[in-house]
């Protein structure tokens, strides 16, 4: 059966703390290093699409203002686990080898789908910077983590009090 990869996602830059290895993951799934199995950490992520659904996009790799450079286009696969005792399925960015997180085995990359980087840019709430890269908050709620280089506000877990006294805050500063 033909996997189902949807329309938008998002690719984050990771590390393994424990080896220093560095790689883009899709964001939102535990990925477990190449190089030593253990757990990698999430950084700065980037919105892609699919070139299914082609919307405005940059015309050449992405440098992000932390020296990372994301690529224009991005192949994501449906890595299955063909462990008897496993069966574990998750969209991850094609490489060479990807590692189950379960049962630590080598995984079978499937389908393939290409993705294009998102050059849309988003407000910020605090201050009216128009430069973020991700929305300010998902609609779960949670936060992107993407601190504004503007008014220096990390999008975390704050909630709609905090975030108009930090803005009260912000224009006294600024008259």
Known sequence: MKHTFSQELYIAYSICQNCNNNEFIVSGQTQICNDCRKHLFRTLERKYNSEKFKIETIEQNFIDKNKIIFPKTITIAYAYCNSIDCNYGEEVVDKEKVICQHCMNE?????KLTYILNYETFQCPICAYNGLYLP????????????????????????????????????????
């Open 107 to 111: 995984m079978e990359l499937r389908d």
């Open 136 to 175: 300010t908050f998902k609609e779960n709620g949670i936060g992107s983590y993407e601190t504004c280089p503007n008014c220096k506000f990390q999008f975390t877990y704050y909630d709609e009090r905090e975030i108009k006294k930090y803005k009260e805050k912000w224009k006294r500063l600024k008259q």
